[in-house]
């Protein structure tokens, strides 16, 4: 690519050729058929459970965040296949070739949490299997204060898989196509055979998926529904922006479109519904609704299965954490200054980051995954959304100067290389969803704000998204 500034171009952003554009429809939904089978997708429908929804209503507010998520992924993916760039390069159309780096630090903030929370699946995996061969480790000294939440074992096993994964950044992406592999065989197999164990176990389907509903009213049931929904979408949010990381290797706008619809809603209803069925059968069998998976494999008597099962998930989920949580992210740290920063450079930054988002705090229950994580970012994700869509499809119809989304001095420079138009407009989506986020981690007392200002927090990613949206388009009608 010629007349490129060296401070917006690296090998790593630059356009991908026709010729290397090899990504079909098969291969899209092998992603994400990949991507939904992980512990957080099993974590995320019986979450639901343990809230108190059934089987039916868990699964359809699953499949009906899954649908409406889809969306945002298929539109922005659109300039992904059509030019061939990452995600951070296509925020400059919008944002500025400077102000492109809100957006990608907001994202790769997000990714850093989600690699957290991953790595500290995978490693309290390897501790529940040593722990079944070696059950003092559970008594250790402890040696972090109270206030961190965390055992000194399992912070140990945290630890060594975190360096494993930062070695397999060291060692590069390609080995990570060994991992899917693995990964697509086994973990299916794993969560079938889970399926049986629980049908079984819980006397057949009949008991299991008779369990009610908690709720004894329906205006119990919509206040639990629409922020779970607002969960549902949040929980692929960060996939929604980066997702022409992606579809920048498509052969056709056909395949990215067909290949996600193909696998992403069905997958994750798939894979959710054994996790609300394993959920459910865990009340009747133990007495007690167990949600975390890996605490429910840890019940089991069996040490070689408890060990086969804690190694797949730690495989697996090191497969998963590489593609999902290191890829983008490093792209977007390498938009920060792509001469300095690779992708090693990126992985390594996200690695320690997501130590100190505490990701066991995140996951600690039920409603901190939804209320606290989920809903949160997806508050700052959504207005994102909401501008790069209507600058891509409403103000710019869809075309972009690829020469100038690498150039300081170009239609994307806007102002110093911030356009403050799409500024305000995130800042506009942001504010609405803030005060319900303070009440919803109790910094302040929810009757600081009017309940239906402290309520809008339940739909976090529209609001955001619809405000954001709206004051862009408003701002930028006039302008190109």
Same mark, same amino acid.
């Given at each position: ?5 060296? %401070? ?24 994400? /058929? ?54 951070? &390069?296509?925020? =400059?159309?919008?944002? $500025? ?29 390897? @501790? !529940? ?9 559970? #008594? ?9 939440? !965390? ?20 060692? $590069? ?46 205006? +119990? ?16 949010? #960060? ?14 706008? =056909?395949?990215? &479109? #067909? ?43 069996? %040490? ?35 001469? %300095?920063?690779?992708? =090693?450079?990126?992985?390594?930054? #996200? ?18 995954? /939804? ?5 949160? @970012?997806?508050? !700052? ?15 710019? %119809? ?10 300081? +001095? ?16 995130? !800042? ?28 809008? @927090? ?8 619809? &405000? ?10 006039? =302008?190109?």
């Amino acid at each position: 690519m010629q007349n490129t500034n060296n %401070k917006l171009y690296s090998e790593d952003l630059a356009p991908i050729s026709q010729s290397q554009r090899t990504w079909n429809t098969w291969n899209y939904a092998a992603l994400w /058929i990949s991507m939904s089978l992980c512990i957080p997708t099993y974590m995320l429908a019986s979450s639901l459970i343990s809230g108190g929804m059934n089987w039916w209503q868990a699964i359809l507010t699953i499949f009906i965040g899954n649908t409406i998520v889809l969306i945002p992924m298929i539109l922005n993916g659109h300039a992904g296949a059509k030019y061939g760039i990452p995600f951070p &390069v296509l925020a =400059r159309a919008s944002f $500025g070739v400077a102000g492109a780096n809100i957006p990608a630090m907001l994202r790769a903030i997000v990714a850093c949490g989600w690699f957290g929370i991953q790595t500290w699946i995978g490693g309290y995996a390897l @501790y !529940l299997m040593f722990k079944v061969w070696m059950p003092a480790i559970e #008594t250790w000294p402890q040696i972090f204060p109270a206030s961190f939440g !965390l055992q000194t074992a399992p912070a140990l096993f945290f630890f060594l898989f975190w360096l494993l994964n930062m070695y397999v950044v060291y060692l $590069g992406v390609d080995i990570i196509k060994k991992l899917l592999v693995f990964k697509a065989f086994f973990l299916p197999a794993a969560a079938l055979a889970l399926l049986f164990w629980a049908i079984s176990a819980g006397n057949g389907l009949g008991p299991i998926l008779s369990q009610p509903s908690k709720f004894a009213t329906a205006a +119990q049931f919509w206040d639990y529904f629409f922020p779970a929904l607002t969960g549902m979408v949040g929980f692929w949010a #960060t996939l929604s922006l980066n997702i022409p990381d992606f579809t920048r290797y498509a052969v056709s706008q =056909r395949a990215q &479109v #067909t290949g996600q619809a193909i696998g992403l809603p069905p997958s994750m209803t798939l894979f959710s519904f054994i996790g609300v069925v394993v959920t459910s059968a865990t009340f009747i069998i133990y007495g007690e609704t167990i949600w975390d998976p890996l605490v429910l494999a840890g019940k089991f008597e069996s %040490k070689l299965l408890v060990s086969v099962a804690m190694i797949a998930v730690a495989i697996s989920t090191l497969a998963t954490n590489i593609a999902a949580n290191i890829v983008s992210p490093a792209n977007d740290f390498a938009n920060l200054s792509p001469s %300095k920063i690779n992708f =090693r450079t990126g992985g390594y930054i #996200t690695g320690v980051l997501g130590i100190l988002i505490f990701p066991w705090k995140l996951i600690a229950d039920p409603t901190g995954y /939804i209320f606290t994580w989920l809903i949160a @970012y997806s508050s !700052l994700l959504g207005p994102i959304g909401g501008i790069m869509i209507v600058d891509y499809f409403f103000i710019r %119809k869809k075309e972009l100067s690829l020469i100038d989304l690498y150039q300081t +001095q170009g239609a994307y420079t806007y102002n110093n290389g911030f356009n403050r138009a799409a500024v305000v407009a995130l !800042l506009c989506g942001i504010a609405p969803n803030v005060p319900g986020f303070l009440i919803a981690i109790n910094a302040i007392n929810k009757n600081s704000f009017p309940e239906w200002i402290a309520h809008l @927090y339940n739909y976090a990613w529209f609001v955001g998204f619809a &405000v954001a949206g709206i004051v862009y388009w408003g701002m930028m009608k006039n =302008r190109k």
